[in-house]
């Protein structure tokens, strides 16, 4: 049983910084690669970063370069997103997602498993 349990999420205010942790679980977690993913309410689940297996790889939503960081800890099975300059369109409820190949994607469906979200809050 695939398990993503991910947390850091809060109220931060415009231009400040979060770092989101994803934790899994339940495969062997290097073989994969991960992403991390929002959502608005009413809104279709979109891409924000991915990285591959080895950590070597990364891939940004263009809304996000140059402030968001993805990187990962096989050791721990661990993956985080480290948010800075943080804007009130970043408010949103953030995903992480278990990718099904070792290389990573951009849609939702080449992600097999997925966390129960953490709310992330920016004012303006």
């Known amino acids: 049983q695939v398990q993503l349990v991910e947390s850091g999420g809060g109220l931060v205010q415009a231009g400040g910084s979060l770092r989101l942790s994803c934790a899994a679980s339940?495969?062997?977690?290097?073989?994969?690669?991960m992403g991390w993913f929002r959502q608005l309410p009413g809104k279709e689940r979109e891409f924000v970063a991915a990285i591959n297996w080895s950590g070597r790889g990364t891939a940004y939503a263009d809304s996000v370069k140059g402030r968001f960081t993805i990187s990962r800890d096989n050791a721990k099975a661990m993956v985080y997103l480290q948010i800075d300059s943080l804007k009130p369109e970043d408010t949103a409820v953030y995903y992480c997602a278990g990718g099904s190949r070792s290389n990573y994607g951009y849609r939702t469906g080449e992600y097999d498993y997925w966390g129960q979200g953490t709310q992330v809050t920016v004012s303006s």
């Open positions: 339940g495969r062997t977690f290097s073989w994969y690669a």
